[in-house]
C-alpha cells in the first residue's frame, strides 16, 4: 500500500518534447514496412498512392508512435536511446499494459515530427502478481506546421 | 518487392458480422531485430537472449507495439486503398517470443459516421497457436470511403 509516494505524484503532469532531427523520409517509411512484411503500396509506391485519396505515400498508422529516431541522443549501456520517464523507481522496467492510439491523419514523408509527452497519472492497483504501479502516459505528435498527427495513450505497469 | 494490387474496400459494402481473414503469423528472431532497427529501438532486451534470461525472460520479445502494428497493417490491408485506421486500442496480455506462432482475427461490430467519416467498428484478437490470448479488449475504427470518395482507378476487385 502507499506505492504512490509524494515523490511520484509529483511527476504528474511532467512533459517532455522532442524534436526529430529531420524529416521521417521515405526510407524510413518503406523501412517500417518491410520489417513488417508488409507490401502495401501505399507506403512505397509513390506514383500508386498519388491515384488514392491519400493523395502519395503515408507511413503505416503506428509508425509515428516509435519515437526512438526523434530522439538525437547517443544510446544507453544497454543500447537504448529512445524516450523514457526517469521516475523515482527501484528498476526502470516496465510491462506494457494498454495501448489507446488515435490517428488524427496521415503522416507524410516530408513530416517532422515533435512528439511530446506527458505523465497523466500513475496509481496503484492490485494484479495477479500483487501491487502494482501504473503510469499512464500520453504522447501528441505534430508535424513542422503544428498539425497534430495522433495521439498515444499508454499505460505501463511498474513493478515497485 | 514489387508492387501488389490494392483494390478499395467500400463503406456501403460491409456490413456487421463480416470478418477479417485469420492471419498466420511465425514470429522469428530476425522479425524481432528488423522492426527494433526499422524503429532506432536497439534496446538489449529484443536481440540479446542472454540479458533477456538475465532479466527475467525466457528468450529476446516482441515489443508490444510490433503487435500494434500487425493489427494496424491487418487493417489497412482489408480495408484497401483508401483506407486509413482512425482508431486502434488493446490490453496487452501475454508476451512474445521468437518461434511463436501468431493468429489474428477480426470482425465488424458496427457502421458509424462521425465528423462526416465514415468508420467501420471492428474487435480484434491475436493469439498464440496454444491458445494464449495476446490481447484482450482490442478494438478499431477504420475509416473507408463511401462509393461517391472514391477517387483512384482501383474501385474494383476484392481487397485481399
Redesign the interface.
Known sequence: MGLVTDELRAWIGRAVSYTAPEELGRAAIRYFAIALHDDNPLYRDEAFARTTRHGGTIAPPTLVTETCQLVDRPPDENGYFGHSWDLPLPSRRFIRGENHYEFVQPVRPADVVTTTWTIVDIYERETRHGSMLFVVSEARYTNQRGELLAVNREVNIHQP | ?S??A?P?RVFEEVQTGDELPPRR?DITLT?LV??A?????????HYDEA?ARA?GHRAPFVD???I???L??DL??WGG??A?????????RA?VYPGDGVVSRGVVTGKTAENGRALVLCTLSMAKMDGTEIMRDATAALEL?TRD??????RTGEPR
Open positions: 518487392m508492387p501488389r490494392v478499395c503469423r522479425d528488423m522492426y532497427a526499422a524503429t532506432w529501438d536497439f534496446h538489449r532486451y540479458f532479466h508490444g507495439q510490433m500494434g502494428a500487425l494496424a497493417g489497412m490491408d486503398a483508401e486509413f485506421v482512425r482508431r486502434l486500442t488493446y490490453r496487452t508476451t470511403p470518395d472514391v477517387v483512384g482507378a482501383h
